[in-house]
C-alpha cells in the first residue's frame, strides 16, 4: 500500500515563502504523476500544480502561477512544492496526490488515485 506524508506547513506572513515536500512510501507503484491540490475552509479541493514523473512536465493553476513551482525526485520519491510571495487567499489545508495512469487531465482530482492527509498553510495579510 502507497502511503503519501506531507511536511512543511505553517504560520506565514503575506509576501513569505514556504516548502511543502511530499514523500511517498510503502510497495513499489506505478505512477504517472504526483499533484499537489489544497482545501480552505468551507470550499471544495482545487488544483494547485503537478508533475509528470517521466519527463517532468509541470502544470499549474492560474492562481499559483509563477509564484509556487512543483518539483520531483525519482531518487527520493518526493515531490516539493516551493510557495513563494505567499498571500492570504493561499491559506488552506494542502494535501499531495498520485495519479498512477497516464491522462490528460492532471487538474481533475478524479484523475488520482492516493491521498495524503494533508498540511496546513496558513497566510496572514
Known amino acids: 500500500q502507497v502511503q503519501l506524508v506531507e511536511s512543511g506547513g505553517g504560520l506565514v506572513q503575506a509576501g513569505g515563502s514556504l516548502r511543502l515536500s511530499c514523500a511517498a512510501s510503502?510497495?513499489?507503484?506505478?505512477?504517472?504523476?504526483m499533484g499537489w491540490f489544497r482545501q480552505a475552509a468551507g470550499k471544495e479541493r482545487e488544483f494547485v500544480a503537478s508533475?509528470?514523473?517521466?519527463?517532468?512536465?509541470?502544470f499549474y493553476a492560474d492562481s499559483v502561477k509563477g509564484r509556487f513551482t512543483i518539483s520531483g525526485d525519482n531518487a527520493k520519491n518526493t515531490v516539493d512544492l516551493q510557495m513563494n510571495n505567499l498571500k492570504p487567499e493561499d491559506t488552506a489545508v494542502y494535501v499531495c496526490?498520485?495519479?498512477?495512469?497516464?491522462?490528460?487531465?492532471?487538474?481533475?482530482?478524479?484523475?488520482?488515485?492516493?491521498w495524503g492527509q494533508g498540511t496546513q498553510v496558513t497566510v496572514s495579510s
Open positions: 508533475v509528470t514523473w517521466n519527463g517532468g512536465t509541470t
Open positions: 510503502g510497495r513499489t507503484f506505478s505512477r504517472y504523476a
Open positions: 496526490a498520485v495519479c498512477q495512469r497516464v491522462t490528460w487531465y492532471l487538474s481533475d482530482r478524479t484523475s488520482y488515485d492516493v
